[in-house]
């Protein structure tokens, strides 16, 4: 079947794009928060950061599409694209997981719900939520789990209350996990240099549900934008379908299984009368414009 049936499947059931979406998963409303104390602290924009903003410019720019590049039309001028090498992708997005307020754990503290960010008077600030020192984690309450976690990643409790070792732990896992999206986004020929925001989705991905998931991300995304889905919407799709996976885990929006447990624990547990599609949908663009936010008031501040 076509990639494009996929997309209009599911929009004909008026699940993508609809006002049914408004109504998003907030951590906020099924994470308790246990802790009281709050931090700020300023963010200081490396000259590592500005070189990947920069690089990814074009698309973060734009408000509306993240799309690839358009086909060259005969004798239009277009600015080359950088081409992508492993190595050298290491080299230049590991310093974006190098410390706890790096852009690429702001950006997953910030889906978690674990950081807010903001701009004041040209300066970006982080601040660490209640949810940073010690929240249940309500995904587990879906399989009758009672999980605490610490950190910017949500640790599922490996620290033990520890917020430096579950600040180095959310590092080491990160940082681990890299060369995985960058092989995986460049298989399907996403460079991740440049399209920034899908590298992000997939390291936050992998961070919030088991590794397949995020595997079958870059995938998705391509289907999502060859079936005319741009930004957010193509990234949040993507991460939806991710979830769908047949007996041979397989992307499969057909035949699969929707094995996102966790959230679909919560729809049902907070009674919420909406489809399996919309319960994971909402979650993930919730995530989704959460890391758009934080990578455009990085990118605001660096042009300053």
């Avoid at 410390?99 to 702001?106: A, H, I, K």
């Amino acid at each position: 079947m076509f990639d494009w049936v996929w997309l209009s499947r599911i929009a004909l059931l008026g699940v993508v794009g609809t006002a049914a979406l408004t109504t998003l998963l907030s951590p906020f409303s099924s994470k308790s928060e246990s802790h009281n104390s709050e931090s700020r602290q300023v963010i200081t924009i490396t000259p590592e950061d500005t070189e990947v903003l920069e690089l990814a410019l074009p698309s973060l720019e734009s408000p509306v599409s993240l799309s690839p590049p358009e086909q060259k039309v005969e004798g239009e001028q277009q600015a080359p694209v950088p081409s992508f090498d492993l190595n050298q992708g290491l080299v230049a997005l590991s310093p974006i997981f190098a410390t706890p307020v790096s852009l690429g754990m702001v950006a997953i503290g910030t889906a978690e719900g674990n950081y807010r960010v903001s701009i004041e008077q040209g300066t970006l600030y982080v601040e660490q939520t209640a949810l940073y020192f010690g929240h249940t984690d309500p995904g587990n309450l879906s399989w009758g789990d009672v999980v605490t976690n610490y950190g910017p990643c949500s640790d599922q409790g490996r620290s033990g209350g520890n917020i430096a070792l579950a600040e180095q732990l959310c590092l080491q896992r990160a940082l681990s996990r890299l060369p995985a999206h960058l092989a995986d986004l460049d298989a399907v020929g996403i460079n991740p240099i440049v399209d920034l925001e899908a590298l992000l989705n997939t390291a936050d991905l992998y961070n919030q549900a088991s590794p397949i998931h995020s595997r079958k991300l870059p995938q998705a995304l391509v289907i999502a934008r060859k079936g005319g889905l741009t930004g957010v919407d193509a990234l949040a799709w993507a991460r939806t379908a991710s979830f769908y996976l047949n007996q041979n885990q397989e992307l499969d929006l057909e035949r699969g299984e929707n094995q996102a447990s966790g959230l679909l624990g919560i729809c049902a547990r907070e009674r919420r009368g909406i489809t399996e599609w919309q319960c994971v949908y909402n979650d993930q663009l919730r995530r989704v414009k959460a890391i758009s936010d934080v990578l455009r008031k990085y990118l605001k501040v660096a042009q300053s």
